[in-house]
């Protein structure tokens, strides 16, 4: 374990968030590699980061090959009421599927069969904990050095999520968010089956991965508040490319089930012939 920040040294920045900077470090004695993400937390936002705290301490628990290694959160504050939270996490050196779809345009449906598999793993761990991730789309979806893919940053981007202005809040989180979530009564009734939005936000990262552009909107298009609510809640179905195999589309119309009660449910789906036969699940094989 490592016990303190000045045993790691810093050899780049690998990444930027909504709030966060992600560093590659590395132990001055061991030499082994991590990430560490840095959030910086101003006075006025102490409760939110109060409330990160108290997510980290579940994320200390998780222990899946499925989902991003937490190695130890370090408060930079101490007992006081700001100043940064460190988190220590496993190194993934293909970074994230936001950032391969950015070389690659698009995944094929072989790679995103293995993508879809390995999610749905990692979510059946987490929702047998009673743990909702809330965050899934691409870029919390990182990748190793062997091509595998795992679930990172859940919590933590959920609680920095209402710390930023409109625009990046929408960018960032909202677009991901299902029908049920913008609905307060059906929210209210869904709220303790959460489970079924982690369902919706994999489904539309997956036919992102294929389309290569964020599925209810039209490519390249920056969506303000109400745009993003429309396409989300009043969109019946979204359009798949008819190059898409049927056992893909009807995958992901299980994933986009509008109603939550009747949407896939991770045990289901792992189940589904579009990911059933799947054993490989890496995201270098194309
Ligand atoms: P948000 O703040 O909404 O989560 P984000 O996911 O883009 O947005 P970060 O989680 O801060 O922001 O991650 C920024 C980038 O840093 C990621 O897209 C990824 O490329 C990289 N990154 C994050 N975690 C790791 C990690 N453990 N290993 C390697 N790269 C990482
Ligand atoms: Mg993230």
Redesign the pocket.
Same mark, same amino acid.
């Given at each position: 374990t490592i016990e303190s920040l000045f045993d790691l040294e810093k050899l780049g920045v %690998? &990444?930027? *968030? @909504? &709030? *966060?900077? =992600?560093y590659?470090v590395q132990h001055l004695r061991n030499s082994s590699v991590?990430?560490l993400?840095v959030l910086r937390f101003e006075n006025e936002n102490f409760h939110l980061r109060k409330k990160a705290v108290g997510e980290a301490e579940i994320l200390k628990q998780v222990d899946s090959e499925f989902i %991003?290694r937490c190695h130890g959160v370090f408060d930079s504050g101490g007992d006081t009421e700001n100043g940064d939270l460190c988190f220590l996490?496993?190194?993934?050196? *293909? &970074?994230?599927l @936001?950032?391969v779809l950015r070389v690659h345009g698009s995944l094929p449906e072989n790679v995103i069969s293995g993508v879809a598999k390995r999610v749905l793993e990692g979510l059946s761990y987490l929702h047998g904990l009673h743990i909702v991730h809330r965050?899934i789309?691409p870029? @919390?979806l990182?990748i190793n050095g062997q091509g595998e893919v795992k679930i990172?940053?859940f919590g =933590?981007?959920r609680v920095?999520?209402g710390t930023f202005d409109a625009s990046e809040f929408c960018e &960032?989180?909202c677009a991901y968010m299902s029908p049920e979530r913008f609905d307060s009564d059906k929210w209210t009734e869904s709220w303790c089956n959460g489970f079924a939005g982690d369902v919706w936000a994999l489904g539309l990262a997956l036919l992102e991965c294929y389309m290569g552009h964020f599925p209810l909107l039209a490519p390249g298009k920056k969506p303000d508040w109400v745009t993003l609510m429309c396409a989300i809640c009043f969109i019946e179905r979204p359009e798949i490319p008819s190059t898409a195999s049927s056992e893909f589309k009807s995958f992901i119309y299980r994933c986009l089930e509008k109603d939550w009660r009747r949407r896939g449910t991770v045990t289901e789906l792992l189940r589904h012939p579009f990911v059933a036969k799947q054993n490989t699940g890496l995201v270098d094989s194309f």
């Amino acid at each position: 374990t490592i016990e303190s920040l000045f045993d790691l040294e810093k050899l780049g920045v %690998v &990444g930027h *968030g @909504n &709030g *966060g900077i =992600v560093y590659k470090v590395q132990h001055l004695r061991n030499s082994s590699v991590y990430a560490l993400k840095v959030l910086r937390f101003e006075n006025e936002n102490f409760h939110l980061r109060k409330k990160a705290v108290g997510e980290a301490e579940i994320l200390k628990q998780v222990d899946s090959e499925f989902i %991003v290694r937490c190695h130890g959160v370090f408060d930079s504050g101490g007992d006081t009421e700001n100043g940064d939270l460190c988190f220590l996490m496993e190194y993934m050196e *293909g &970074g994230s599927l @936001n950032d391969v779809l950015r070389v690659h345009g698009s995944l094929p449906e072989n790679v995103i069969s293995g993508v879809a598999k390995r999610v749905l793993e990692g979510l059946s761990y987490l929702h047998g904990l009673h743990i909702v991730h809330r965050d899934i789309k691409p870029s @919390n979806l990182l990748i190793n050095g062997q091509g595998e893919v795992k679930i990172a940053d859940f919590g =933590v981007s959920r609680v920095l999520a209402g710390t930023f202005d409109a625009s990046e809040f929408c960018e &960032g989180t909202c677009a991901y968010m299902s029908p049920e979530r913008f609905d307060s009564d059906k929210w209210t009734e869904s709220w303790c089956n959460g489970f079924a939005g982690d369902v919706w936000a994999l489904g539309l990262a997956l036919l992102e991965c294929y389309m290569g552009h964020f599925p209810l909107l039209a490519p390249g298009k920056k969506p303000d508040w109400v745009t993003l609510m429309c396409a989300i809640c009043f969109i019946e179905r979204p359009e798949i490319p008819s190059t898409a195999s049927s056992e893909f589309k009807s995958f992901i119309y299980r994933c986009l089930e509008k109603d939550w009660r009747r949407r896939g449910t991770v045990t289901e789906l792992l189940r589904h012939p579009f990911v059933a036969k799947q054993n490989t699940g890496l995201v270098d094989s194309f």
